[in-house]
């Protein structure tokens, strides 16, 4: 990712006695900690500790770190040694299957907040939402911050599971002090459908770097990477391969494409349990070789001025990084029209949309887009140089340091701190 940092392996760590939590000897303990806590250690969860941690550091906040093994992409070992690197702490968890991976996590969580003594808990994503919440961190002990980062119950409108996820958000909501956002439509989600109160929910919208667009690659260097025929008419997909961003609905509709003619590609950038079922359907409808399945890319987003097309299929979203990151890279977006791909009313006259699952609509909308592609290029161009200030990760930064802050209370005594019925 471009504006990252490099990481080396990082060393042997000592232990603390009697609590199986490694400490970083090179830690700077005297700085203010805030404890990030997440079961999901991929996707936009991942994208979001990556760019926020070193700006937040500088902001006199250091992220230690808490995350869940069962659904960590590759990678993730150099991630955490770039932590380590800047003073962070990391504990991981792991478990077979989910409800044995929220035991531990609420477990380790009890565990890192009695040895590591942080000023604030952020739980992000609906897994260590609930389990941090349910954990006995909320009498008082240690400030709680809570961002679903798109709320769960959103996936399941209609369903037994879906109205079981909007009552446990409703049901936790006062176990936590604040709810952030990381866009408005999440905001308004919120306190619309969970019933926050608005006092308790703030807005830190998620952002890019600054200098995204120095570090693209230029588009012919690109697309050899991507191993595109110099001629080929590329269609990208950028995101894990999960229901919740729907990569099917775009097999399908490229499948029809496709089927017209013409050196056009399907690049699909990700990695997730839908791969061997996707595999076999285009293999089905056809177009296996008209597929790249690019795998999980760890610098995805410099290779973006290669593509012709971006497709954000997904079925709701808090705010994409790949939206974003597509933007800034000028290449033309087609986009499911859900609120949390829809940021900024303006931005309908960049992005075309199509009802989210609507194969038959988002065929349409690629069909245009092919016929045009200079023209929608154009028109992409006019927008990409805003929108690194227009979404800002340090400004993103800035918000957070300064909720933290307000939160924050002087670092209690050990016993203080423990929480009620804790681990001796």
């Not at 140089?385 to 909720?403: E, K, N, T, Y």
Request: some cysteine.
């Amino acid at each position: 990712m471009a504006g990252l940092w490099v990481g080396k392996a990082s060393e042997a760590v000592p232990r603390r006695h009697g609590m199986g939590i490694p400490v970083n000897a090179s830690s700077d303990m005297a700085a203010k900690r805030v404890l990030y806590v997440t079961e999901a250690a991929g996707g936009g969860v991942r994208r979001h500790f990556r760019c926020l941690a070193p700006r937040l550091r500088e902001r006199g906040w250091s992220v230690d770190i808490l995350l869940g093994d069962r659904r960590s992409e590759p990678g993730m070992e150099g991630d955490l040694a770039a932590f380590a690197g800047m003073g962070c702490r990391s504990l991981r968890f792991g478990g077979r299957s989910s409800l044995a991976s929220l035991v531990r996590g609420g477990l380790a969580l009890r565990r890192a907040v009695r040895s590591w003594r942080p000023e604030v808990v952020h739980l992000h994503a609906t897994r260590a939402g609930a389990f941090g919440r349910l954990a006995g961190l909320w009498r008082g002990r240690v400030p709680i911050v809570y961002s679903p980062h798109a709320f769960a119950f959103q996936g399941r409108p209609h369903s037994l599971a879906g109205g079981f996820l909007l009552w446990l958000e409703r049901a936790l909501r006062r176990r936590a002090d604040l709810l952030v956002c990381v866009s408005r439509a999440e905001v308004d989600l919120a306190v619309r459908r969970v019933h926050w109160d608005p006092g308790a929910v703030r807005l830190a919208e998620n952002g890019i770097e600054e200098d995204f667009r120095r570090h693209l690659l230029p588009p012919r260097e690109a697309r050899e990477r991507w191993r595109l025929p110099e001629s080929a008419v590329a269609v990208g997909f950028v995101g894990r391969l999960v229901p919740q961003k729907d990569p099917g609905v775009l097999l399908e509709a490229f499948a029809r494409c496709a089927a017209s003619g013409g050196a056009v590609f399907l690049v699909l950038c990700g990695a997730g349990p839908l791969e061997a079922r996707l595999r076999r359907r285009a293999s089905e409808l056809g177009i296996a070789e008209r597929v790249r399945w690019a795998g999980y890319v760890p610098e995805a987003s410099r290779l973006l001025a290669g593509l012709d097309l971006l497709v954000l299929p997904s079925r709701y979203e808090g705010l994409s990084y790949a939206l974003l990151e597509g933007l800034a890279a000028g290449v033309p977006m087609v986009a499911a029209d859900v609120p949390g791909n829809c940021p900024r009313e303006e931005l309908r006259e960049a992005v075309a949309y199509f009802p989210p699952g609507d194969v038959d609509a988002l065929a349409r909308v690629l069909g245009l887009g092919l016929a045009d592609l200079t023209g929608w290029r154009e028109r992409a161009g006019r927008i990409a140089g805003d929108i690194p200030g227009r979404f800002s990760c340090a400004r993103q930064a800035d918000v957070l340091a300064g909720i933290y802050d307000r939160l924050r209370t002087p670092c209690p005594a050990e016993a203080e701190l423990a929480p009620r019925g804790g681990l001796k």
